[in-house]
């Protein structure tokens, strides 16, 4: 009897370890190859058999993503949401493009969003642990996903067949969307900003956040040490008046030194490095983009800037004491010189040890090629989704009703798009793109040197 009770316990140990066993990267990676050659309608009936009945995890660094697998799931189901009625009804477009729903699918997204930047100590642990449970991440910071999630294999990359968008810029990482931050500033009083060399002038206070809770700012000051960005620096320094020169002139010659230092070869490197060296000292710190767009849209803020996440704009509440109105986009003035902000972006990654590999590539593709996939994030100024079918137009937000023949109440909701942002010649945005394999090159001793002023 004790033998057979040994046997019996040995056989449920084997079964347990069995099926705690992580898929291996090779499967998981071959799925991912599969995945690529598949149509919507393949992938999203390989997610209901797969997940049905079941959790997925999933972790993001936008709470949208709770919504965006909502939709998803809904999906799946051949229903939509009603924003008449708050719920998820039945829709015959739906069903007719997609055949294989199954109404009664029960399957679930467990999406969560962690907190101070701990997403990749918890990917990590995951992938290294005996029984993951994260199947995929939606992810910004290019220079730790180079180095921490990419180098190591932690993370495989799936583009989607029927994804339009450009795999040069937004492929190697897949990208869900870009977002910018813009220079703004508060008009009142006469204030008028027409070039980027101005937001570091002497007295001046741009609100910004702080470079280690948002580690994407600092990639901003990576990139713009590249050659690109160092010739617009160069370029809106040459549109400066002899006296504005003379200003920024002592900076320039301080950091020629250390642009030979830092490898940055080029001739322009130490533009950029003086208008570094000067936003770092003078920028006021703050915690977060929300309540900076709070303060410069206030009545009494006359004269103050900002570099902030340009769809927060939107939620500032009209009052006596506050208005968008209060508020231009630098970019958007006739004339202005040099960059108009940064563009970081948002990627969609599954994780080498997937417990659920087609879901992740189904909801991947829900997100980035659909406009209700990607409407969470879609549905405001200043996000751009990679493949520009799943856009949503926010050309005539200014406008009462957001209709272009109605009279304009708020300008600066006028969102320009991303083609204008991203374009690099004068007239246009000009961000400061994010370029993770760039900005995991200059990280370690740009960053050094960005630490010591």
């Known amino acids: 009897m004790k033998s057979i009770i040994l046997l019996f316990i040995m056989v449920m140990v084997t079964v347990t370890l069995v099926s705690c066993k992580p898929k291996d990267t090779g499967e998981v990676q071959k799925i991912i190859e599969q995945a690529q050659k598949m149509d919507r309608n393949e992938l999203y009936a390989k997610a209901i058999e797969e997940l049905d009945g079941k ?154 956040m702080g470079l280690d809770s948002e580690p994407v700012g ?48 080029h001739a322009n490197a130490k533009y950029s490095l003086a208008w570094i060296k000067l936003w770092v000292k003078q920028f006021n710190q703050q915690t977060d983009d929300g309540p900076i767009m709070g303060e410069l849209a206030k009545s009494s803020s006359v004269g103050e800037t900002g570099l902030i996440v340009y769809s927060k704009l939107r939620s500032i509440n009209e009052t006596p004491e506050v208005s968008k109105n209060n508020v231009t986009v630098a970019a958007y003035q006739e004339g202005y010189v040099g960059i108009g902000g940064f563009m970081y972006k948002h990627y969609l990654q599954v994780l080498k040890t997937s417990p659920f590999p087609w879901t992740s590539v189904a909801f991947i593709h829900f997100m980035t090629t659909t406009q209700d996939g990607f409407s969470p994030w879609g549905k405001d100024i200043g996000g751009y989704a990679s493949d520009d079918k799943a856009n949503q137009v926010h050309l005539y937000d200014g406008h009462e009703d957001r209709d272009k023949n109605k009279p304009i109440l708020f300008p600066a909701l006028n969102d320009r798009g991303y083609e204008w942002w991203s374009g690099d010649t004068a007239g246009k945005g000009r961000l400061v793109i994010e370029d993770p394999t760039y900005v995991a090159s200059v990280s370690h001793i740009v960053g050094d040197w960005i630490d010591l002023l």
């Open 55 to 208: 959790t997925m995890t999933a972790v993001g660094n936008s709470s949208r993503g709770k919504t965006a697998q909502e939709y998803f799931i809904a999906y799946l189901q051949g229903k939509k949401f009603d924003s008449a009625t708050g719920t998820y009804v039945a829709d015959a477009k739906i069903r007719e493009e997609f055949p294989q729903y199954k109404e009664d699918f029960n399957g679930k997204i467990d999406w969560t969003q962690p907190k101070n930047n701990r997403i990749f100590a918890q990917i990590s642990s995951d992938v290294n642990s005996s029984k993951p449970l994260i199947s995929m991440t939606l992810i910004q910071d290019g220079n730790q996903i180079k180095s921490k999630m990419l180098d190591t294999g932690y993370l495989l990359n799936y583009i989607p067949k029927e994804w339009g968008g450009d795999k040069a810029t937004n492929g190697e990482p897949f990208a869900l969307q870009s977002l910018n931050k813009v220079f703004m500033y508060n008009n009142l009083g006469g204030k008028s900003i027409k070039n980027v060399w101005q937001f570091v002038a002497e007295g001046e206070r741009p609100m910004f």
């Open 218 to 265: 600092k990639n901003f000051l990576y990139m713009l040490t590249n050659e690109k960005n160092s010739n617009i620096m160069k370029e809106a320094y040459d549109a400066l008046t002899a006296t504005e020169k003379t200003y920024f002139d002592k900076t320039i010659k301080e950091v020629e030194q250390d642009a030979k230092d830092l490898g940055l070869t």
